[in-house]
């Protein structure tokens, strides 16, 4: 299974960005699919993730109605938008799948990708 996580980039405060994971090696429809993140100097720590059933969506409290999780199995894609970023945002972001929900330790990681909000 490989997890290619893409649309990191550099945006300024207030600025959106859209994140995408596409999956590949098998399907995944059935499994959480979410992100993390991890800040310079600090543990990795969840972000988003949504349930086999695209209803299912879930969020830490920091990210909680600027981000917003969605999913497409037909395409083997979640994708990420964020909106209204602050310089707190600035992380690598992963993302993930885990079979069995809530996200909390993922049976899959991609590789990363690097999202920079400067103030």
């Known amino acids: 299974v490989q997890l290619q996580a893409s649309g990191g980039g550099s945006v300024q405060a207030g600025g959106s960005l859209r994140l995408s994971c596409a999956t590949s090696g098998r399907t995944l429809s059935m499994y959480h699919m979410g992100w993390f993140r991890q800040a310079p100097g600090k543990e990795r720590e969840f972000v988003a993730a949504?349930?086999?059933?695209?209803?299912?969506?879930y969020y830490a409290g920091s990210v909680k109605g600027r981000f917003t999780i969605s999913r497409d199995n037909a395409k083997n894609t979640v994708d990420l938008q964020m909106n209204s970023l602050k310089p707190d945002d600035t992380a690598v972001y992963y993302c993930a799948a885990q079979l069995i929900g809530p996200m909390s330790r993922p049976d899959y990681w991609g590789q990363g990708t690097l999202v920079t909000v400067s103030s």
């Open positions: 949504i349930g086999w059933s695209a209803g299912t969506a």
